[in-house]
């Protein structure tokens, strides 16, 4: 990647985001209604974008047009680390992404490699008492979570250099992954070198061959054409992540009890949505990938190595103490239940 351009690059967004909190700051409600400022990275064609048109649609006729969504996407307001803080001060009112880690660090248990294997038992674990525990933790940091899915299925890995059979073959590999330390944990036990990156500088990263690779559910893999820079395609579902709805707090305490319950319940809806599209799309993504990747499905004894390479991982963070090992049996267990 040129040096020179990229620090041009980071100028221009540092300028942007500047510009859009000294925007935001200056927008106040009016006496008519109340105005929800919401934006992800993801492209306005992708699930996630897809199931916030439906929340602004539903909510702004729930509320009787009480309160306006804004909706801004393909991460024109910045990179998700810069949506969180944006949220977070409140120039901006809700998000979704990976940066859950500053709502409740507890969320991180979703995304432990390995700890669901299929879409039921993720299912299972962000609709249980766990999460709802979860989504009321994220107040202590200012934050307002309705509801939490599934981050866009299960992970998989691509690269330029060689297929992945087994956790050795990512020895040496650049794998950009999310700037979450649970990925970054994983894809060194996996005996990768892992790269944080932003989702929206992945292709250029990818095209110039500053990382070798990248962890992605298959749908972002899609909608930000990761294939076009990318020659192999391994799925292990390793893991999947939280969706938490992110909201800042003080906003929502502005809201009167009838539209914070009017709120909720879009945001529960909108976040099943996604859910449920996620879950019925994936397989054609994969179809869809498939005409431009070679895919190598690991899975049965072939996992195996992959399962005991990352248990180290596991270890790690209830030394850190951000998990016990009786949260993490305890997800297990509910993940396993069968409905």
Avoid at 49 to 70: A, H, P, T, W, Y
Avoid at 169 to 179: A, I, S
Avoid at 223 to 251: H, Q
């Amino acid at each position: 990647m040129n040096i020179k351009n990229n620090i041009y690059l980071q100028i221009a967004r540092s300028a942007l985001f500047c510009l859009v909190l000294q925007f935001f700051n200056s927008c106040t409600t009016g006496d008519k209604g109340y105005v929800f400022k919401y934006s992800n990275e993801q492209p306005e064609t992708a699930i996630r974008s897809q199931s916030m048109l439906f929340f602004k649609e539903r909510l702004e006729k729930e509320s009787d047009g009480k309160i306006k969504v804004d909706l801004f996407f393909s991460g024109v307001l910045g990179n998700e680390r810069e949506l969180m803080d944006l949220v977070s001060t409140g120039a901006l009112q809700g998000t979704r992404g990976g940066f859950f880690n500053d709502v409740n660090p507890k969320f991180n248990l979703l995304t432990l490699p390995f700890l669901v294997s299929n879409w039921d038992e993720a299912s299972n674990l962000v609709n249980s008492s766990l999460m709802k525990t979860i989504n009321a933790g994220s107040r202590t940091n200012g934050f307002h979570v309705p509801a939490t899915g599934i981050s866009q299925g299960f992970r998989a890995h691509t690269n330029n250099k060689k297929p992945i059979l087994t956790p050795r073959d990512f020895k040496g590999l650049k794998m950009r992954v999310p700037m979450q330390e649970v990925f970054i944990q994983t894809a060194r036990a996996f005996g990768a070198n892992p790269q944080e990156l932003a989702a929206i500088d992945i292709y250029q990263a990818l095209q110039t061959g500053v990382i070798d690779g990248q962890d992605n559910p298959p749908s972002n893999i899609w909608d930000f054409k990761m294939y076009e820079v990318s020659k192999y395609l391994t799925v292990t579902n390793y893991a999947t992540g939280p969706d938490p709805f992110i909201v800042n707090l003080k906003w929502y305490n502005t809201l009167p009890p009838e539209l914070k319950i009017i709120f909720d319940r879009v945001a529960k809806e909108a976040i099943a949505k996604s859910d449920q599209m996620n879950r019925e799309k994936e397989s054609e993504y994969l179809d869809m990938l498939s005409k431009h990747l070679k895919i190598n499905y690991i899975s049965g004894k072939d996992l195996i190595p992959f399962q005991e390479a990352v248990k180290p991982v596991y270890n790690y963070f209830i030394n850190k103490g951000m998990f016990t090992m009786a949260e993490i049996k305890e997800a297990q267990k509910i993940a396993k239940q069968k409905n």
